[in-house]
Every structure is written in C-alpha cells, then in structure tokens.
C-alpha cells in the first residue's frame, strides 16, 4: 500500500488523461469520521459540496456504496441523479437502475426475528445501537463501556444466530465495533461493483472510464483485493 500524497502528481496524470471518471466512495469513516453513533455521521457542507460539484460534472459519475440502508444514505447525502448502492450493494438505485436483490428478500423474516429476540435480550444494556435496516441488521456496540457487557453482547449474539448460520439461512459479518447480520447471499461491495463494472458502467457512462473507489473497512479492502491493478483504490485512514 503507497501513501496517497507521495504519488498525487500521478493522480494528477490521471485525472488530466481520462475523459471519464467513475468514482465511488463509502460513507462512514470514509465521507465522514467514524461516530460513537451512527445518527452523528453528517456529512460536512464542505465534502457534501465537493460531491455535488462531481455529480454536476460531465467528467464524472459519482456513486455511494455503504452498508446503510438505501432510505438512511439517500436521506443522508441527498444528492439526486447519482448512484446509491446500499446494504452493501443488496439495494440499488441511480440513473437507468432500481434493484434490490430477490434472494435477500426471501431472509428478510428471519431477520427481522433475529433483530426482535437480539432487542428483547439486549436491551438494557447501555450503548447498544441496534438497527433494522431491512436487508441486513446491524448491531453497534462502540458506546458500551463494561468488557462484561460486551461479552455478553458477543454471546448473545453467537446463540441467537447460530441456528441460522448451519443452515446457512443467514450470514455475519463484522465491521468497526459492529456486527452485520445479512441474507446468505454474495452480493457485497466487491461482487456489486463487478456486476456494475460488467452490467451498469459500459451503458450509462461508457466503456473507458477510469473507477476511483474510496473505503476505510474490511467490507472496502474486499473491493480493493478484487480491483488490484486494475483501477485506482484509496484506503482512508490508518492501515495498521
């Protein structure tokens, strides 16, 4: 991994060179710092400018991939005409596309179970952030202070989930300070962006565009694994 600003000349280059820019960005930790509460992630006026100067340019097709829920990140960035890939690419919305994957409905029962007992059980402890996201639920824990509540968060979690991992009727995943519970599908950002670099990008921007993705967490450094070599991938943040 090559520190950013020791090539920026080179960045320069390419931004000098390709006619067409495709770029993609996460939102938490990436657009905005990482909260203590997801409800705090606000963009700034000064990024959601720069965001709108991008969607505004004929340059430039700019796209949000998060794991928040498609209402939740629309709502947050509220910037129209651009490409919204939320839970983790499982919804899609933007010019020429709305999609959201019919193998992730079929889960969503049995989330919305999980997320019920996960509440009833959890509750009472104080910090805990739990969402329903539709597609996926995730469970935060970053405010909860006592290591033997977050042992018991982590126990609670694994029995609750358990019988649905064997059988494979759910998936879990893990993020910064926070678990995912998602439909047993491999749709995520890396497999999202393919199917958009193969199905999507070539109709709605053409075939010779450059892609910019930016990312902070384990769900973005899948992406950057798959594009290596490829495209232009930046790490925000500390990679140790």
């Known amino acids: 991994m ?10 320069n280059e390419l931004f000098k060179t390709n006619t067409k820019i495709i770029l993609l960005t996460d939102y938490d930790g990436t657009l905005t710092p990482i909260q203590e509460s997801p409800d705090l992630a606000i963009l700034s006026e000064e990024v959601r400018q720069i965001l709108l100067n991008y969607s505004h340019s004929r340059t430039f097709f700019l796209g949000i991939i998060t794991g928040r829920s498609l209402r939740q990140i629309k709502k947050l960035v ?11 690419g499982i919804e899609l919305e933007g010019p020429g596309i709305r999609f959201s994957s ?5 889960a969503r029962c049995n989330l919305w179970h999980i997320y019920m007992r996960l509440f009833k059980s959890l509750h009472h402890i104080e910090g805990i952030y739990l969402e329903d996201k539709g597609y996926t639920v ?3 824990y970053r405010l909860v202070k006592k290591a033997k509540d977050v042992e018991f968060i982590t126990k609670t979690l694994t029995n609750i989930t358990k019988p649905y991992l064997e059988r494979k009727a759910l998936s879990l995943n893990t993020g910064k300070m926070v678990y995912e519970i998602c439909p047993p599908v491999t749709w995520n950002k890396a497999t999202t962006i393919q ?3 193969t199905n999507y990008f070539p109709l709605n921007f053409g075939e010779d565009a450059l892609l910019i993705y ?25 990679p140790s």
Do not use: M
């Open 138 to 140: 995730s469970l935060h």
């Open 195 to 197: 199917w958009l670099l």
């Open 78 to 88: 509220n910037i129209p005409k651009i490409l919204y890939a939320a839970n983790h």
């Open 214 to 238: 930016l990312g902070d967490d384990k769900a973005d450094i899948q992406v950057f694994n798959t594009l290596k070599g490829k495209e232009l991938t930046i790490f925000v943040g500390n």
């Open 2 to 11: 090559k520190y950013l600003f020791d090539h920026i000349q080179n960045v």
């Open 102 to 106: 019919p193998e992730a409905k079929k």
